[in-house]
């Protein structure tokens, strides 16, 4: 499998890119967020790699960093999503503001989607929301949202511990955080657990 690639490039298209590493040419679809940020033709790029097998299919896709590579895979892994759908997905909006969409069950912003329908964008958060690191996603935006104090987590923890999921706990508290910033970690964990119920 061919997971990372380094070299010259050497085409430069609207769908994909050619990288030539060791006198070989490497045809690589990319998003179009990520041609904003390629190099000039001729000079060196590097990107993470998926190497997509199927029995009338060989292809590679690149992306500039492995959060929105691991996306990707994971994308791949819903029902009925194959690499165009997901490549369209990661063209349309950054990761992080993906898998926000995901987590606080945005259906109409997954629906501007091209290629994604009321249907697909259920699917999406049906099958993701549990599989999205949410430590690295609402973990750095809850810091922001709490002005660096430590509520969020208290309050996930302490909802955690009550039997609640993660995932549910996390979108709940935020919730709350974002209608009152100033509220205290007790107010926070009623109004989350009124979310939740």
């Known amino acids: 499998m061919?997971?990372?690639l380094r070299g010259r490039l050497i085409r430069n298209n609207i769908e994909y890119i050619v990288i030539q590493v060791g006198g070989i040419g490497y045809k690589v679809y990319i998003p179009s967020?990520?041609?904003q940020t390629l190099p000039q033709i001729d000079e060196e790029v590097e990107l993470h790699t998926y190497h997509y097998v199927r029995e009338d299919n060989i292809?590679?896709?690149g992306f500039n960093n492995v959060e929105t590579l691991e996306l990707f895979e994971q994308l791949l892994d819903v029902s009925k999503?194959?690499?165009k759908v997901a490549l369209s997905i990661l063209s349309t909006m950054p990761a992080r503001e993906f898998k926000f969409a995901i987590v606080n069950n945005q259906i109409n912003?997954?629906?501007e989607i091209k290629?994604?329908?009321n249907k697909t964008a259920k699917r999406l958060i049906l099958e993701l929301q549990e599989k999205i690191d949410l430590d690295n996603i609402l973990g750095n935006d809850s810091i922001d949202m709490v002005g660096g104090?430590?509520?969020?987590e208290d309050a996930v923890q302490a909802l955690i511990s009550l039997g609640?999921?993660?995932s549910d706990a996390t979108k709940a508290v935020a919730d709350v955080i974002r209608e009152d910033k100033e509220i205290i970690v007790e107010d926070i964990i009623k109004n989350a657990l009124l979310h939740l119920s």
């Open 2 to 4: 061919i997971a990372y």
């Open 33 to 35: 967020s990520l041609q």
């Open 59 to 61: 292809s590679l896709y």
């Open 81 to 83: 999503i194959g690499p």
């Open 109 to 111: 912003t997954l629906k």
């Open 115 to 117: 290629g994604i329908g």
């Open 149 to 152: 104090d430590s509520r969020m």
């Open 164 to 166: 609640y999921k993660q």
